[in-house]
């Protein structure tokens, strides 16, 4: 077998965001959210970018169909970017009434717009309720999603 990199160990794992809240706190989603490609500056804009990467690279609206569903889900009714083709989606997407989400919608609220929320990173086969417990303490939920 040929060796093309030295002192390298490969598997097929790979990393997740991992976002931890405290189901206790009380929030609630704003009416207009402001997206922001290539930020980092809230909860909001992580999870969007870890969906727009691919949106952006692929062109592919399943995932940012279901990221922005899942903001219609919430409650939100208007959504400002930069990029004006996630604006065109989350409309069209508005006008054809389609806000299926396969999330908790009050978890992704929390997740969202809670103060409190917590993000880590974890390779995929670690995610689990037992390794959130033992990193944040008892009496947290996560959802995590995969990087690559």
């Known amino acids: 077998m ?8 490969e598997t097929n794992s790979s990393s997740c965001h991992v976002f931890v809240y405290d189901t206790k706190a009380s929030v ?32 592919d609206d399943d995932d940012m169909d279901r990221f922005l569903m899942d903001l219609l889900s919430i409650g939100v009714i208007e959504v400002k970017c930069s990029d004006q083709k996630v604006v065109d989606l ?22 969202l717009f809670n103060d409190t929320t917590k993000l880590t990173t974890m390779e995929d086969f670690e995610v689990c309720q037992e390794s959130v417990d033992e ?5 947290y939920k996560y959802y995590s999603i995969r990087l690559s």
Do not use: C
């Not at 959210?33 to 727009?52: A, E, G, H, K, R």
């Not at 989350?90 to 929390?110: A, C, M, P, V, W």
């Not at 990193?135 to 009496?139: A, S």
């Open 135 to 139: 990193e944040f303490g008892k009496g």
């Open 2 to 9: 040929i060796s093309i990199r030295q002192g390298m160990f």
């Open 28 to 59: 609630t989603a704003p009416k207009t959210v402001t997206l922001v490609p290539n930020s980092d500056d809230s909860m909001l804009n992580i999870l969007f970018n870890d969906y727009y990467r691919w949106y952006r690279h692929r062109y």
């Open 90 to 111: 989350f409309e069209r997407l508005k006008d054809e009434g389609k806000t299926y989400s396969s999330h908790n919608k009050e978890g992704l609220i929390q997740i």
